[in-house]
T-cell receptor, first 113, second 116 residues
């Protein structure tokens, strides 16, 4: 039962170009979405989030877009830097209570210098 | 910068043995979580804990699992009789607000459990 899907296990991008990581969800009750970044031998770290009342949230080089009708969100990183190379997890939650985050399987981003 | 710390970083155990994984959440956080990630798979929710009791648990968190906050700082996950399929990276997390819509979870670096 994959409520949060990241269909691309890996992505390679040239330094300076845009990285686009995609995430789809199936549970229409989800209304809060987060992206976490994970380096090897470290725990996930929060990157950026978006509430369902918005369709875009920007923080520096990172922008998250939400398309509720398509149940799809994406993370854009521009310009990509070698230090961005990590596994990126999409996560979702419902506002209705203290529901736990549901994570996708992650996408490994490699930014090539 | 405050952080969540976990010990041990790696534990190898024999099937059927008991394992305790320890976590020190960020000091002013009120909500505590355990997640796990089997190699190559997604990060899965195990349990959340607030006000000295479990607030939610997943199907994975069966009778073999238990959590405890024995003192004001530690938060432990116990697996009573480990199985091969318990081999995974176990992440502890904490947050100040229970609903993640206001506060993100802060994760520890993880404890890798290998069951032989």
């Amino acid at each position: 039962d994959q409520q949060v899907k990241q269909n691309s296990p890996s992505l390679s991008v040239q330094e300076g170009r845009i990285s686009i990581l995609n995430c789809d969800y199936t549970n229409s009750m989800f209304d809060y979405f987060l992206w976490y970044k994970k380096y090897p031998a470290e725990g996930p770290t929060f990157l950026i989030s978006i509430s369902s009342i918005k369709d875009k949230n920007e923080d520096g080089r990172f922008t998250v877009f939400l398309n509720k009708s398509a149940k799809h969100l994406s993370l854009h990183i521009v310009p990509s830097q070698p230090g961005d190379s990590a596994v990126y997890f999409c996560a979702a939650s419902s506002r209705s209570g203290n529901t736990p985050l549901v994570f996708g399987k992650g996408t490994r981003l490699s930014v090539i210098a | 910068e405050p952080e969540v710390t976990q010990t041990p970083s790696h534990q190898v155990t024999q099937m059927g043995q008991e394992v305790i994984l320890r976590c020190v959440p960020i000091s002013n956080h009120l909500y505590f979580y355990w997640y796990r990630q089997i190699l190559g798979q997604k990060v899965e929710f195990l349990v959340s804990f607030y006000n000295n009791e479990i607030s939610e648990k997943s199907e994975i968190f069966d009778d073999q699992f238990s959590v405890e906050r024995p003192d004001g700082s530690n938060f432990t996950l116990k697996i009573r009789s480990t199985k091969l399929e318990d081999s995974a990276m176990y992440f502890c997390a904490s947050s100040f607000e229970g609903s993640p819509k206001r506060g993100e979870l802060f994760f520890g670096e993880g404890s890798r459990l290998t069951v032989l």
